[in-house]
């Protein structure tokens, strides 16, 4: 059986944390020790999706030992033309962290703007080097079947290119109406692919910001309300402006409401229609303006027992609040276990997990890339340190060969030539050898 896997993508939002999520639900059942990689981080970012993995995985490991290099170390890399250097350093950390795990998964980066000469292909390029097995995350979101099917062709282009051979693709965010068609479509498009082939229509619950989300993006402040259970998703925003007997009859359920804070008649029209059948249950309201009810409504709201109206203020204008709160995305957070749960059924709904397990017991990694076989090298090395010594010291090539044996610490060195002549050459060249010793 395959002891690791890497997760790939070729365009941005392709949903990988849910395939993270359902591969690590299925290895955590049938694997002592799982360990997640990322090669590069996701940048400036905090990042949400290691806590969530840590949390519900039991995953010891820590930050440091997740994560490859970041995202500004990869850039400044590939713009000094050092990528060798950086997939050298992703090789080493992924080794580090492998022999800690009976089995790791691998999430390789979105599309960082890293350089235009890379952004299409380096998560390709490190799966090539780490040599493990690769799952492909396609994006189909707004997508036509042609589309998809054009799409699907280029990722299995690129992948052959790079003899980098496919386990499984997984196309994502297909929109349901066209789902049924797509599949079709795919098994007569071309039967017998030699990795496994799944489909996953758009699940729009997903991407819904929480009201905990929204409080938190617009950095609001409590007026009234509960402030616990603010887990519920919201479906949609709803500027109330008319007056409250107009407003009522657009009420929907689970949205959000955003008023100005001087409209009173909302805030109880709104209670009314949460406490009335016949009318929707909103998530909660935010007041703009930084307008705060009175004194007297906020005592009388408080005298309200089980208020299930969550009502918060900010200091913007309605617009500028409305336009905020609608760019503000929902993700899988650790204390959301029913979106999570969520999340992991519609995986498992549609992956054959039967089909996706059987291909990793049958894979076996027998190819080493050229960094990983260089790897495997400095390791057995290390391991039976010995003294080199390397005649014709002078020379650029015994130099350059000389800095690498003494960066990566795998022998003890001595160069033989003239003392003076091979420390010149050596600054000339940009070499650092001055612990080496020279006779």
Known sequence: MADSLYIANLEKDS??????????????????????FRPITPGDERDDDLKLIRSRYAITLGDEEMTGVSHDEARALIAAGE????????????????????????EGPTIFNLSEAFD???????????????????????????????NIAVAERLYAQHQCPLLAMLVNRVDPA?????????????PGRPYLLDLLPEEPGLG???????????????????????QRDVNTIKVAAMSAANYIDFLEEN??????????????A?????????????VGMVLAGGMAPGPSLVHLLAGIDNLALPIFLVPGDTFTTTLRASTIKGVLRPQNAQKVARALGHFESHVDIDALEERLIETRTTTLSPLMFEYSLFQRARAERKHIVLPEGDEERILQAAEILRAR??????????????????????????????I
């Open 15 to 36: 949903g990988k944390l849910l395939v993270s999520l359902g591969l690590l639900e299925l290895l955590s059942r049938r694997i002592g020790r799982v360990g997640f």
């Open 83 to 106: 990528e060798q250097r950086l997939f050298r350093e992703i090789v080493r950390k992924y080794n580090e962290v492998r022999r800690k795990c009976d089995f790791l998964l691998c």
């Open 120 to 150: 299409t292909d380096i998560s390709i390029r490190i799966a090539r080097e780490l040599g493990t097995p690769t799952l492909h995350v396609a994006n189909a979101r707004g997508l036509s079947v042609a589309a998809l099917l054009k």
């Open 178 to 190: 066209l789902f049924a068609e797509a599949e079709a479509a795919l098994r007569t498009a071309r």
């Open 208 to 230: 819904m910001p929480t009201m905990e989300e929204i409080v938190a993006g617009l950095d609001a402040r409590h007026v009234s309300g509960p402030t616990s259970g603010l």
């Open 255 to 268: 949205d959000l409401v955003i008023t100005p804070g001087d409209r009173p008649d909302i805030i109880f």
């Open 270 to 282: 709104t209670l009314a229609a949460i406490a009335s059948r016949h009318y929707p249950s909103p």
């Open 409 to 438: 610490e795998v022998a003890d060195l001595t160069l033989l030539g003239d003392e003076q002549t091979i420390r010149n050459h050596a600054a000339a060249l940009g070499l650092k050898l001055a612990d080496v010793a020279i």
